[in-house]
């Protein structure tokens, strides 16, 4: 394999400030990061006692559902920090647990305002952002004001919301349409503003010309006798107070659960008193006849249906409606099932903005919005006890269950990596019979383990077969997905991976037997003439020899870089690393065992050593006391430590690559690491850093660290961004070349373009050259590919993943057989990026003789509020031959 990188540059856009809601107890440290910090006086006051346990719960869960970020207790405060969240409006609030009897107390910080009208404990936290940017604030928008009633249902004064757009004209001659908005079973009619944040999502609608200027008025519609309540109390009390309109084609009306069914049944009730009529997550009791079909199409313009995914509770219920009405003949529009969130505000936001754009205008587009599903019929979970858990449906929706040991607990959550960057969050369970069940999604495709927690004790899922041996209680399950990581860790075909075996041998040091995993490339020959390289990788503090098998994934992320062609075939071993002298027990036991029973290389530079954490640590402490004896380094999640009396000369002469990773803020190890940088940088020490790793001191970003890692190994040093040309002979006869035209100090791309949703970069990839001189008989029935990968870019601690980067690939010298690879999008446009290896060209039997000249457009795509900075990476391409 031959290879090449180019270094790649360029400078972003200055983001927008960040701004916290207010609530003391909530800070912000880093751009989309929110740190809760709890005073311990204020949780005894709020319980009444001392608490077991502190949590801030909010909607941060899969799918925006409730899920509880657990806080530890240092000192005076409770503190837990969650992120990088994704742009949105989060919910949240307070909770503590009393010990003995395991009771919830919700509770929000007291010198705050309340906010949710409905519910006193609840607060909210608008992350901004690209992906935020239709619900965020918009300057001089429109207004918010309460007016009462009489209500002739509730017996007494009732009040609404009314929300009016901006330049609102009392005076105006033409009234204004209106929109009528009901709640459901439980919420305030101020949720609407509070949590559906209205006038925002209209505000920009307006201001976007995507939305015609409308009063909307947020009905109480908490009342048996829905009807009367809309038409005989809200519908005239808004009349009196505003400009709006009393026909029926200027007046639109929808809610959320039991609003959306209070809608559709006036829509049978009172047939045209609104022309355009939104359910979502709504449902339909009552039947439809013909004659109503009929007469319903006749006097309306608009019925559209919103239901969430699959976690919504009136799924089945939207099954059934859309069953009815297509049954009955009645004309409606149908949305589509939301992908990504169930019975959420996230959900009916959403629902709200696609209704209110479609009112009172002409609008082309009548299908369901971009990425929804199709409902293709009802849904429905197995019956408890008879599958293995988790159960995850075709969506990567997930139901936990547990077995009836159960039956008698008090509190019961399912504790897992399912936070951004594979934090850990609780996600309550609800009692179901004698089991406690939870169903939460989409996931993202990813590898997860999860444990149940009942009351405050971590158990087992008895009902699932996979295991871990230091993590007794943990249980794995993986979610496969194309994209990386998740493709890295999901197995490869049968007989398409690499072996694993275990070594046994005898340390002097341990004074015991002990155990190494071993993995062998497909295909290992013991009998071949060249030794293999060895590549040694360290599990961390509390941790054996197993875990980067069983939890790491490490065989998996082997095997696939292996079939992509990534990686060089080696031999990794991972040992035991809790030793009292782990220098001695490598040198002396572990690896004299493995000479013994694998053909490896003793040349150091063909040996390579990582670890994370405590593993990270050992891996240094190799470094400083035995220089060279391995030329590649990586540390995961640890810190370098101090560099006095080390011999940095020594250090920077034998080791080819020293590279550097960390997780984000919420990886407490990330304050020394990034000094250990700084430190090492005024020592003189050559090493690479990978810059920010977002997740914790967990196994998602070590995932990550092995991924990026291992292609790395035993490869020319091409660090220095100087082209690189090397070649592979075949035999005497004929060569397979490539070669890069200078880039000189890298490749600049253009300056940042607003596309709206993103800032965009291009340039051009040098151009390479492939050069393919074997014969026949040497190339056999096969040709050649070229790949290129991204590395993550980088500034100031500042990352750009790879993801964000793709290109547009090009034949120069176009022949038959010799075809360009498939553009590779961005993760902007939901694509991969060149995180993982995308294909340049390739050249089968026909095409690959000869002269090949190939290019490419790069395209570096970011979202708007990226931090600025000066980001550089590296794009390594890579020739092999194919068979």
């Known amino acids: 394999m031959t290879a090449a990188a180019v270094g790649v540059g360029s400078l972003l856009a200055a983001p927008p400030a960040m701004a916290v809601d207010d609530d003391s107890w909530v800070s912000v440290p880093q751009d989309a990061y929110y740190r809760f910090s709890v005073p311990n006086a204020a949780v005894v006051t709020a319980v009444g006692s001392e608490a077991a346990m502190a949590a801030a719960e909010g909607s941060f869960g899969p799918g925006k559902t409730t899920a509880q970020l657990n806080m530890s207790r240092s000192g005076d405060n409770w503190t837990g920090t969650i992120g990088p969240l994704e742009p949105g409006l989060y919910s949240y609030r307070y909770k503590a647990t009393v010990g003995g009897s395991e009771a919830l107390v919700s509770f929000r910080n007291p010198g705050s305002p309340q906010e949710v009208t409905s519910d006193g404990s609840l607060k909210t936290i608008f992350v901004s952002g690209a992906e935020s940017a239709w619900m965020a604030d918009v300057p001089a928008g429109g207004a918010l004001q309460t007016i009462s009633y009489d209500s002739s249902t509730a017996g007494a004064e009732r009040s609404a919301l009314v929300w009016t757009p901006p330049s609102y004209d009392a005076d105006r001659a033409e009234p204004y349409p209106v929109l009528y908005l009901l709640g459901d079973a439980g919420q305030s009619y101020r949720e609407w503003a509070e949590l559906g944040r209205v006038g925002q999502i209209l505000d920009n609608l307006i201001v976007e010309g995507e939305a015609e200027p409308m009063v909307v008025v947020m009905g109480d519609g908490d009342t048996s006798e829905a009807r009367a309540e809309v038409l005989d109390n809200i519908v005239p009390a808004a009349r009196e107070d505003f400009n709006i309109s009393d026909e029926p084609a200027d007046q639109a009306i929808a809610g959320i659960g039991r609003g959306g069914s209070q809608a559709l049944n006036l829509l049978l009730t009172d047939t045209g008193e609104f022309s355009k009529v939104g359910s979502f997550s709504g449902s339909l009791v009552s039947s439809v006849g013909s004659a109503k079909a009929a007469q319903i199409n006749d006097a309306t313009d608009l019925i559209r249906l919103y239901v969430g995914n699959a976690t919504d509770k009136s799924y089945n219920q939207n099954v059934s409606l859309v069953q009815k009405l297509s049954a009955a003949g009645v004309e409606y529009e149908f949305d589509g099932v939301t992908a990504e969130t169930g019975g959420t505000w996230n959900t009916w936001r959403e629902n709200l903005r696609d209704f209110a754009s479609r009112l009172f205008r002409t609008v082309d587009d009548h299908g369901p919005s971009a990425g929804n599903l199709e409902l293709n019929g009802p849904t429905s979970l197995p019956a408890p006890g008879t599958t293995p858990t988790p159960f995850i449906d075709e969506n990567g929706i997930v139901t936990f269950e547990t077995g009836t040991e159960y039956a008698d607990a008090k509190n019961v959550t399912v504790w897992g990596n399912f936070a951004p960057g594979g934090s850990w969050l609780r996600v309550p369970m609800e009692k179901a019979g004698d089991r406690w069940r939870v169903t939460v999604g989409p996931m993202d495709a990813a590898f997860y383990y999860y444990k149940f927690i009942v009351d405050r004790v971590d158990k087992k899922d008895t009902g699932n077969p996979g295991a871990f041996t230091t ?31 275990v070594l046994d041998y005898q340390s002097q040091v341990a004074a015991q037997q002990r155990s190494a995993y071993v993995w062998t490339p497909p295909g290992y020959d013991p009998e071949r003439a060249e030794a293999y390289p060895v590549f040694i990788l360290n599990h961390g503090g ?61 040349d150091p530079s063909q040996r390579a050593m990582a670890g994370l954490s405590a593993g990270g640590a050992r891996t240094v402490g190799m470094l400083k006391a035995y220089p060279g004896d391995y030329s590649y380094i990586g540390v995961f999640s640890a810190g370098f430590g101090g560099t006095t009396g080390i011999d940095v000369a020594a250090i920077n002469a034998g080791t080819k690559v020293l590279r550097l990773y960390v997780g984000d803020i919420t990886d407490f190890v990330n304050p020394g690491a990034l000094t250990s940088v700084q430190q090492m940088e005024a020592a003189g020490i050559e090493f690479e850093f990978d810059g920010i790793t977002v997740g914790p001191h967990g196994w998602d970003p070590w995932q990550k660290n092995l991924i990026d890692f291992a292609p790395r190994l035993f490869k020319a040093d091409t660090s220095s961004g100087i082209p690189v040309e090397a070649t592979i002979p075949e035999a005497e006869n004929g060569v397979l070349a490539l070669t890069v035209a200078d880039f000189g100090d890298g490749v600049a791309v253009s300056a940042p373009e607003n596309a709206g949703d993103r800032l965009r970069m291009t340039g051009a990839l040098p151009e390479v050259t492939v050069t393919d001189s074997r014969t026949a008989q040497q190339a056999g029935l096969g040709g050649w590919a070229v790949s290129g990968q991204a590395d993550a870019f980088t500034s100031d601690g500042q990352t750009v993943e790879a993801e964000h980067f793709g290109w547009i690939p090009q034949v120069l010298t176009p022949r038959p057989g010799l075809s360009a690879g ?45 931090q600025p900075g000066t980001y550089t990476g590296q794009v390594t391409i890579s020739l092999f031959p194919v068979d």
């Open 542 to 602: 509390g941790q054996s020899w197993t875990d980067w098998v069983q939890s790491g994934r490490a065989k998996q992320i082997l095997d696939n870089h292996y079939r992509d062609g990534n990686l060089t075939p080696m031999v990794v071993i991972m040992p035991n690393g809790n030793v009292s002298d782990f220098n001695k027990e490598i040198r002396e036991n572990l690896m004299p065992a493995a000479e013994a029973a694998y053909h490896l290389s003793t």
């Open 471 to 501: 993590e007794v209680n943990w249980s794995p399950f993986l979610i496969p997905g194309d994209t990386a990581p998740a493709r890295f860790l999901s197995d490869v075909p049968e007989g398409e991976g690499g072996a694993l075996n």
């Open 822 to 866: 498939d553009p590779v999008l961005t993760v902007m446009d939901a694509g991969p990026g060149l995180a993982t290896p995308g294909e340049l060209a390739s050249a089968d039997r026909e095409g690959r003789f000869g002269t090949a000249k190939l290019g490419a457009e790069l395209r570096l795509e970011v979202p708007v509020d990226t």
